[in-house]
């Protein structure tokens, strides 16, 4: 049998209890859905989402702090929102 020592399992459970806070919240959850369809701007994330650019922003830096967003690659003073996991490929590559 193996045994995870004391620290690694509290680890682990610790990164389980941040992913699903991260992911208890229906906003959070309708932004996931609309990233994983395509990268955008928290801007552009709002107006597909319905909601406030502040709320956006906020459920944003939510959900990376869950770890389920990558770091965002600057581009100008908006960078995109991305989820994390390989691009999808496109029909006809």
């Known amino acids: 049998m193996y045994l995870v020592s004391t620290e690694r399992k509290t680890a682990l459970l610790t990164q ?14 309708q932004l996931l859905d609309l990233l994983i369809q395509a990268e955008r701007s ?3 994330l709002a107006a597909a ?3 406030p650019v502040g709320n956006t922003s906020a459920q944003v830096r939510a ?12 581009a100008g003073a908006h960078p995109p929102a991305r989820r ?10």
């Open 84 to 93: 994390r996991g390989r691009p999808r490929r496109l029909r006809g590559q």
């Open 49 to 51: 989402a319905g909601m």
């Open 16 to 29: 389980f209890a941040r992913v699903g806070k991260a992911l208890g919240n229906p906003a959070r959850l």
């Open 63 to 74: 959900l990376h702090a869950g770890r389920p967003l990558p770091g965002a690659v600057r």
């Open 42 to 44: 928290v801007e552009a």
